[in-house]
């Protein structure tokens, strides 16, 4: 399948590069307890509005792999928005593939995030709290192949 990462221009890698954590240790503990109550906070607010359709995967899965979107084979209930949340062995079936769009590294989102927001090397606050984590494809590799 391979990999479609975006190639990132000049002044985008130096606002990645110049971006350093704004956070002490203190700051990222408290952050780090707070986060489940801050996400409980994200869902009472937004409800299940938050997974609108986004009409994106049929566009992009199309041209990324066209023969895929002829015939639709796929379990909806093994379908996942958060890559965090997947168990590989526990979900994928023995040559199952994995669609990652969102949260890549060098997302357009990740670029978005303005200085004072990076917690770590590709983590991210949100300013009510929550966090986004930006996977490179190494990453989602080693999180779905055992």
């Not at 890698?13 to 203190?26: I, M, Q, R, T």
């Not at 996942?80 to 949340?85: F, K, P």
């Not at 990652?100 to 709290?129: C, I, P, S, T």
Request: proline fraction near 1%; charged fraction near 30%.
């Amino acid at each position: 399948m391979g990999h479609y990462a975006r190639i990132l221009t000049d002044d985008e890698l130096a606002k990645l590069s110049s971006d350093k954590s704004a956070f002490n240790d203190f700051q990222k503990r408290k952050l780090e307890s707070e986060l489940q109550k801050n996400w409980d906070k994200f869902y009472l607010r937004n409800k299940t509005l938050f997974f609108k359709d986004r009409h994106w995967t049929r566009e992009e899965f199309s041209k990324i792999l066209p023969e895929a979107c002829e015939k639709v084979l796929y379990c909806r209930l093994r379908c996942v928005y958060l890559i965090s949340l997947i168990l590989g062995e526990k979900v994928l079936k023995a040559g199952a593939v994995v669609f990652v769009r969102d949260y890549g590294l060098f997302d357009h989102a990740q670029l978005r995030f303005g200085r004072g927001k990076k917690m770590e090397e590709n983590l991210y606050v949100r300013q009510d709290g929550t966090f986004a984590y930006f996977f490179s494809e190494g990453q989602c590799a080693s999180m779905t192949l055992h």
